[in-house]
């Protein structure tokens, strides 16, 4: 079997194509940065706009990538949410189309169940049960995983997804979109004794995040120094390291919380490069094993979304004709993909 996976969720148009048999045969990405970068965050209509041009061409490109025609195509898989509504549509509209014209079927996949499945395409895969820290730009979640659709959410954020709360710090401090790797970069000038910020709801019971207090207290230890580079960079650490420290503190509640010794963690944020490290350190202090999927597959792409359509659709399932996309879709609500 062989799957065209199709991400549209947000900003980033991807298409990949995974085999049964062989595992990832192509995949590329086409992001948007430049064009949202002028406005420090993503249009929604110019996002739907850019997904419409290239997202064919990307097809072409892929599969003459995989060595493939378009009639040796087993089934699609396309994002379905959650995510903007007019992006989802343009990767439902083609991937739905593609399945009626070659007479294949088709499989809406939920965009986090694909970030949470990633590290699984790596050469050296998690086994079920694990502990998922679900990190990206919408979401910041602890999930137990005891198979595919067998989710039970330990712990949500309360306000703002960790993404976001980065992307905020960032423009604070004046760096470009997208801000997360902006300020990743200041963070390595930054004293990190200088100042300490606080680490949110870990004083109390609970896996739950909040992120809006941090961006607070950064706008107000800017508005008390003077803001010069040393300051912003000063800042930057403090921020990522009170980030870090909160998730390597509700990690290490989870895994205990669980009895559950693999630990994975994904979306966007986990390209982290210190939060791998921490994390992989917090783990092993708990007999446990940290996964990471590698940094391509960390942000949107389209190989997690073949894998993920791919699982469901080996057990006999698809999904209705209908295009439909769901701008909000709770993980929990997902099940797990038994066969006929």
């Given at each position: 079997m062989k799957i065209v996976g199709i991400e549209t969720s947000c900003d980033e148009t991807a298409v990949a194509v995974y085999d049964a048999e062989l595992g990832l045969l192509a995949h590329a990405l086409h992001s948007q940065v430049d064009i949202h970068a002028d406005y420090g965050g993503v249009v929604p209509e110019l996002a739907s706009r850019d997904h419409v041009r290239k997202l064919l061409p990307l097809l072409k490109s892929v599969l003459v990538e995989a060595?493939?025609?378009?009639?040796?195509?087993?089934?699609?898989?396309?994002?379905?949410?959650?995510?903007?509504?007019?992006?989802?549509?343009?990767?439902?509209?083609?991937g739905r189309s593609?399945?009626?014209a070659l007479g294949v079927p088709a499989m809406a996949v939920h965009h986090m169940e694909g970030h949470l499945l990633a590290p699984l395409l790596e050469d050296d895969p998690p086994a079920f049960p694990f502990v998922a820290l679900l990190v990206s730009g919408g979401h910041?979640?602890?999930?137990?995983?005891?198979?595919?659709?067998?989710?039970r959410l330990l712990g949500d954020t309360l306000d703002d997804a960790i993404g976001e709360a980065f992307d905020k710090t960032a423009k604070l401090l004046g760096l470009?979109?997208?801000g997360g790797p902006?300020?990743?970069?200041?963070?390595?000038?930054?004293?990190?004794?200088?100042?300490q910020f606080p680490r949110p709801m870990t004083d109390r019971p609970g896996l739950d995040f909040s992120f809006s207090g941090l961006k607070t207290f950064a706008v107000n230890t800017l508005k008390s120094n003077t803001n010069d580079d040393q300051t912003r960079a000063d800042i930057a650490r403090a921020f990522q390291d009170a980030v870090i420290d909160t998730f390597?503190?509700?990690?290490?509640?989870?895994?205990?919380?669980?009895?559950l010794n693999r630990l994975i963690v994904a979306g966007g944020v986990s390209a982290n490069q210190a939060l791998r490290l921490y994390l992989e350190d917090v783990a092993e202090d708990n007999n446990a094993r940290a996964y990471f999927p590698r940094p391509e597959f960390c942000t949107d792409n389209a190989?997690?979304?073949?894998?993920?359509?791919?699982?469901r659709l080996r057990a006999g399932k698809s999904s209705s004709p209908a295009i439909k996309v769901q701008p909000r879709w709770s993980l929990d609500t997902l099940t797990a993909p038994v066969g006929k």
């Open positions: 060595d493939l025609t378009i009639g040796d195509v087993d089934a699609i898989a396309y994002t379905a949410g959650p995510g903007l509504i007019g992006a989802l549509l343009v990767g439902a509209c083609v593609l399945a009626w910041t979640q602890l999930v137990e995983v005891n198979g595919v659709g067998q989710y470009s979109y997208p902006a300020l990743e970069a200041l963070a390595i000038d930054g004293d990190p004794e200088r100042f390597g503190i509700k990690c290490k509640r989870a895994l205990k919380e669980t009895g190989a997690m979304i073949a894998f993920a359509g791919y699982q």
